[in-house]
C-alpha cells in the first residue's frame, strides 16, 4: 500500500472515530436527558400519587365527619323526639280522662285548648324529624288503597271548629270523573293537606276557605287529582310566593308574625309531593287569597278495598288482664287509667326485671310494654319473654310495645325482638283501645285466634 493511501486510510479511520465518539457523545447526552426526564416523571409521579393519597385521605376523613355529624344529629333527633314525646304522653293523656270526667262548658274548652298546643307541638317535633328524614333519604312512601274524599272530609273535620272560631266559613267540593281512591301513602297526603288547611285558618281572619277535590280518568288507568286550598285570607306578595317553599322561611307582615310556626310545613309538604311524582304550587294576591294546589297523577285503586271501618268493640276489652310496663310514673298512671276506664284488671311494672318476676307468677292477657327505660330496655324484655327457655308462664302473650323513639330503626328493633304491635308516643285512649282490641279482641269474642308472634322454639 503506498504510503498515499495509507494516509487517506487514517484519515478516513479518524473520521469515523470522531464522528462514533461524537454519536456516542450524543447517545450518552440523550442517555442523560433521557435518564433526567424519567426522574423527573417519576418524581413528578411520586408527589402527585402523594397528593392523591394526601386528598383520599381528606376526603374519607370529611366523609367521616360528615357521617358523624349525621348520627349525631340523627341521635339528637331521636333524643330530642324522645325527651318532647315522653312528658307529652302524660300529658295528652292525662288531659283526656279529666275531658271525659264530666266538666262544664268552660272547662272542656280549656282542656281543648291546652290539648290543641300540645298536638301543635308534635306537629313540630315531626316536622323537624321529617325534614332530617327527607335530607337522608329515609321517607319509605307506602302504596296502599286510600279514600281521598274521605281524606278532605276528616281534615274539614277537624278544623272546622278553630275556623268558625275565627268568623271564617270552612267548605268541601267534590268533582271529576274517577272515583276518589287511589294508590298511595293516604298518611302523606293526608299530611300535606292538613299544612295546607292549617295554613290557611291560620291566615285567614275572616272569610272564607274552600277545600276542593277533583279525580279526572287518564287513558293509561292512572288518575289525576287535584287537591285545592283555596282561602281570603292575607295573601302573599309575588316576592315571596316561591320562598314560603324554603325551609325556615316565613314571609308574614310583622302584624302577623304572632301566629307563629317553624316555617318546615310548606317545604316539608312540597318535598313529600314531589317524592310522590307530584308537586305543590300556589296562586296569591295580597289583600285577596291564596291557592295552594297539590297535584299529582296515581293509579286507581279498587274502591271496595276502603270501605270504612266499622267502629270498634272495646267490650271485648272487659276483665282484660293487662301488665303496664313503664319507668315513667306519669306514664304508667295515665295508662293504668286508661284502661281501668275500659274495664281492664291493670298491673304495674316499673321495670323490665319486675315485669319478667310477675310473669313467672302471674298470667297475664297482653303486656303493655314501653321500649326505653334504664336497666332493661322493652326489646330486651321482650326477647326474654320470647326466648326457647324463658321461665315465664307464656311466651306467646301478646306485647304491645310503646314508644317515644318513633325511628324506623328502633320501630324495626322491637319487631324484631318479639313485640306484636309498636305504638308510638304520645296516644290517644281510642288508639290505645283500638290496638289492645286488634291484639287480643278476636280471641276474646270467640273468633278466629288472634296471630300472635311466634317465640322461636
Keep these: 500500500m503506498s504510503d498515499g493511501s495509507l494516509s487517506a486510510w487514517q484519515r478516513k479511520a479518524a473520521r469515523e472515530r470522531r464522528a462514533r465518539r461524537q454519536a456516542e457523545d450524543l447517545l450518552e447526552q440523550k442517555s442523560r436527558a433521557l435518564y433526567a426526564a424519567d426522574r423527573r416523571l417519576a418524581e413528578a409521579n411520586e408527589e402527585l400519587e402523594r397528593r392523591v393519597a394526601e386528598r383520599t385521605r381528606e376526603l374519607l376523613a370529611a366523609k367521616e365527619q360528615a357521617e358523624e355529624a349525621n348520627r349525631r344529629k340523627s341521635q339528637f333527633l331521636a333524643s330530642l323526639s324522645h325527651e318532647i314525646r315522653t312528658p307529652l304522653s302524660g300529658a295528652i293523656g292525662s288531659l283526656e280522662l279529666l275531658r271525659d270526667g264530666g266538666l262544664d262548658h268552660g272547662q272542656s274548652e280549656l282542656v281543648d285548648t291546652v290539648l290543641l298546643c300540645a298536638d301543635t307541638l308534635l306537629e313540630l317535633i315531626q316536622s323537624v324529624l321529617d325534614t332530617a328524614k327527607i335530607e337522608a333519604g329515609h321517607v319509605e312512601l307506602a302504596s296502599e288503597p286510600c279514600d281521598l274524599r274521605r281524606i278532605v272530609e276528616e281534615a274539614a273535620a277537624i278544623f272546622a271548629g278553630r275556623a268558625s272560631q275565627q268568623g271564617v266559613v270552612l267548605t268541601t267540593s267534590f268533582g271529576g270523573d274517577a272515583a276518589p281512591v287511589v294508590l298511595g301513602d ?138 303496664v310496663v313503664d319507668d315513667n310514673v306519669q306514664n304508667r298512671v295515665v295508662a293504668s287509667r286508661m284502661l281501668s276506664r275500659a274495664g281492664c284488671r291493670v298491673t304495674t311494672a316499673d321495670g323490665g326485671e319486675i315485669a319478667l318476676a310477675l310473669l313467672e307468677q302471674q298470667d297475664f292477657d297482653v303486656v303493655l310494654l314501653d321500649g326505653q327505660m334504664p336497666g332493661m330496655n322493652g326489646d330486651q324484655v321482650a326477647r326474654r319473654i320470647r326466648a326457647p327457655r324463658s321461665p315465664v308462664r307464656d311466651r306467646r302473650v301478646p306485647i304491645l310495645g310503646t314508644t317515644a323513639d318513633v325511628t324506623r330503626d328502633r320501630i324495626e328493633a322491637y319487631t324484631a325482638a318479639g313485640m306484636d304491635l309498636v305504638l308510638p308516643k304520645p296516644f290517644r285512649m281510642q288508639r290505645l283501645l283500638e290496638a289492645l282490641v286488634g291484639l287480643v279482641g278476636p280471641a276474646r269474642a270467640g273468633g278466629a285466634t288472634v296471630a300472635r308472634h311466634t317465640p322461636p322454639a
Excluded: C, W, Y
Design 186 to 323: 293516604g298518611v302523606r297526603i293526608r299530611q300535606i293537606l292538613h299544612n295546607l288547611v292549617g295554613n290557611a285558618v291560620k291566615f285567614t281572619p275572616i272569610g272564607r276557605i274552600a277545600i276542593e277535590l277533583a279525580t279526572q280518568k287518564m287513558p293509561d288507568d292512572r288518575t289525576a287529582v287535584t287537591l285545592q286550598v283555596v282561602d281570603s285570607g292575607i295573601g302573599i306578595a309575588p316576592q315571596d310566593q316561591e320562598r314560603v317553599f324554603d325551609e325556615f322561611q316565613q314571609v308574614q307582615s310583622s302584624r302577623e308574625r304572632n301566629l307563629g310556626g317553624t316555617g318546615l310545613g310548606l317545604s316539608i309538604s312540597r318535598r313529600l309531593a314531589q317524592l310522590m311524582g307530584g308537586d305543590i304550587t300556589l296562586t296569591s294576591e295580597v289583600g285577596v287569597g291564596s291557592t295552594f294546589t297539590f297535584a299529582l297523577l296515581a293509579l286507581a285503586a279498587d274502591t271496595a278495598a276502603a270501605t270504612p271501618v266499622a267502629a270498634v268493640d272495646t267490650s271485648v276489652l272487659q276483665g282484660l288482664r293487662v301488665l
